[in-house]
């Protein structure tokens, strides 16, 4: 079954940067929809960016321009590069995946993922 391990939050200064990591084991990555979602205290689950089998992306707009959604050569990793952070980026970032090498790039729905790690912590002050 997939699983996914996120790793790299922190706690930053605004404008600083960071990089989360997602680990993927039992599929190839390549073969999956990926993104990653976030939630800030009180408040619901927002999805932030999406990456699909073709490499295309697509971001909130909220992030877009600031960060940006990879995936490795060799199939296991997801990056998200986060540049100029905001106090309003804090939250649990999640990483998700589903079994369908296509996205549905025009909404953000946790719904459409089967699979989550446990969520990294990041805070900007």
């Known amino acids: 079954d997939v699983q996914l391990v996120e790793s790299g939050g922190g706690s930053v200064q605004t404008g600083e940067s960071l990089t989360l990591t997602c680990v993927v084991s039992?599929?190839?990555?390549?073969?999956?929809?990926m993104g990653w979602f976030r939630e800030a205290s009180g408040k619901k689950r927002e999805g932030v960016a999406q990456?699909?089998?073709?490499?295309?992306?697509v971001y909130a707009d909220s992030v877009q321009g600031r960060f940006t959604i990879s995936q490795n050569n060799s199939g296991d990793t997801v990056y998200f590069q986060m540049n100029s952070l905001k106090p309003e980026d804090s939250g649990l970032y999640y990483c998700?995946?589903?079994?369908?090498?296509?996205?549905?790039?025009?909404?953000?729905?946790?719904?459409?993922?089967?699979?989550w790690g446990q969520g990294t912590q990041v805070t900007v002050s």
């Open positions: 990456i699909e089998s073709t490499g295309r992306t």
């Open positions: 998700a995946a589903d079994r369908r090498d296509y996205c549905s790039l025009a909404r953000f729905w946790s719904s459409d993922y089967a699979y």
């Open positions: 039992g599929y190839d990555v390549k073969l999956l929809c």
